[in-house]
């Protein structure tokens, strides 16, 4: 089953516009993680924030995490063409039920147009 | 350093039949997981393994199975095929057995069943 919800389903801007998505989850978390998917191919890892942490950056991207009320937000800034593709938003958990476990989002579809 | 491996890509099979996929981590990577990713379910946690040893597993029927080897390459089997097999499936290596840390996925496998 999935964490939780991502919105929005979809994003379509122009390039240069910033893009931004958020993910929502259910229970308690060890940390939250982004990934990027492009076509129905493998996932690419893009950024891991911390139950304690509250803020990250990873070049264009700001990730932020407000664990009071479950959820996170993907910030990509002066969005290009090569950064359409999905996003999926993942949790990870401690504890033995959780090893080797990310529970995903069912996440964004983002197409920047030139 | 190579990343990880998935082999074949692509598959087709017959109701019924039984199918075996291979996955290859980094190198150095013991933690190794699974996931079936579908339009409608999304990415879902079919299993982990480290050091040859299953020590979690998602809710999958017993026809998923899979292994481990004593170099850390693990191999998946689903056995009498449905046609709601049909999925991309991806394995994942890390070095943390939580996931903890960044996650790396293969290109996947694509399995059609007609």
């Known amino acids: 089953s999935q964490q939780g919800e991502e919105d929005p389903q979809a994003l379509s801007i122009q390039e240069g516009e910033n893009a931004t998505m958020n993910c929502s989850y259910k229970t308690s978390i060890n940390n939250l993680q982004w990934y990027r998917q492009n076509s129905g191919r493998g996932l690419v890892h893009l950024i891991l924030?911390?139950?304690?942490?509250r803020e990250k950056h990873s070049g264009r991207l700001r990730v932020t995490l407000d664990t009071s009320k479950k959820s996170s937000s993907l910030l990509i800034t002066a969005s290009r063409a090569a950064d359409t593709a999905s996003y999926f938003c993942?949790?990870?958990?401690?504890?033995?039920?959780?090893?080797?476990?990310?529970?995903f989002g069912q996440g964004t579809i983002l197409t920047v147009h030139p | 350093k190579a990343g990880v491996t998935q082999t074949p890509r692509y598959l087709i099979k017959t109701r019924g039949q039984q199918v075996t996929l291979s996955c290859s981590p980094i190198s150095g990577h013991r933690s190794v997981s699974w996931y079936q990713q579908t339009p409608g379910q999304g990415l879902q946690f079919l299993f982990e393994?480290?050091?040859?040893?299953?020590?979690n597993k998602g809710n999958f029927p017993g026809r998923f199975s899979g292994r481990q080897f004593s170099n850390s390459r693990s191999e998946m089997n689903v056995s009498t095929l449905e046609l709601g097999d049909s999925a991309l499936y991806l394995c994942?290596?890390?070095?943390?057995?939580?996931?903890?840390?960044?996650?790396?996925f293969g290109q996947g496998t694509r399995l059609t069943v007609v």
């Open positions: 993942a949790t990870g958990s401690a504890g033995g039920t959780s090893y080797g476990k990310l529970t």
């Open positions: 924030i911390r139950s304690n942490e």
């Open positions: 393994y480290f050091s040859e040893t299953q020590r």
């Open positions: 994942a290596s890390s070095l943390s057995p939580f996931f903890d840390t960044e996650a790396f």
